[in-house]
């Protein structure tokens, strides 16, 4: 029996001391695989995030460059007809979205189906202006009333983009 006590005097220490390292190295590791996970997401942040940006501010400049207002200014009416040049204007920012369509791929879909909304309701606006004007010059005051309603579409959109980033930057 006195053996056996001598074998537990022996192993039982060296038992202890083996508990506690395994817990210290499995505490150790765990906080190095954190410290390195940690490590690679600031890494693909640092890459990820001026794409983001950059998709935020090309999605900005879509809204504004499909501005009704804008759209007149950048594409005169000239000779062609009243629905002619609605279509024209109409194409202009339809091209417009095409062109910025893979900005999607960094947005949330939220903020996606709002400027998808806002898009719409410029081309519904352009059709409306379009409907009301055949056979007559178009009138200002009717353009200007579509424009106001495009323009707060547009304006909400802008505001969701600036949220968005206000989160990614945070």
């Not at 719409?120 to 353009?143: C, F, M, R, T, Y």
Request: aromatic share 8%.
């Amino acid at each position: 029996m006195s053996s056996g006590l001598e074998l537990l005097k022996i192993i039982g220490p060296a038992l202890i001391v083996f508990i506690t390292v395994y817990y210290m190295l499995n505490k150790y590791f765990a906080n190095e695989k954190f410290r390195i996970n940690s490590m690679i997401v600031q890494e693909q942040n640092k890459q990820i995030l001026p794409l983001k940006l950059q998709a935020y501010e090309r999605l900005a400049l879509f809204l504004e460059r499909i501005k009704i207002s804008n759209l007149i200014l950048r594409i005169p009416k000239a000779d062609s007809s009243n629905s002619d040049w609605i279509n024209t204007l109409m194409l202009a920012a339809q091209q417009e979205f095409e062109h910025n369509l893979v900005q999607q791929v960094y947005v949330s879909d939220q903020l996606w189906s709002i400027i998808n909304l806002a898009k719409d309701e410029v081309l519904h606006d352009l059709h409306s202006v379009a409907e009301k004007s055949e056979g007559h010059p178009i009138n200002l005051q009717l353009v200007s009333s579509e424009i106001v309603h495009s323009n707060q579409y547009i304006s909400k959109a802008l505001n969701a983009i600036k949220q968005e980033v206000k989160m990614v930057l945070n």
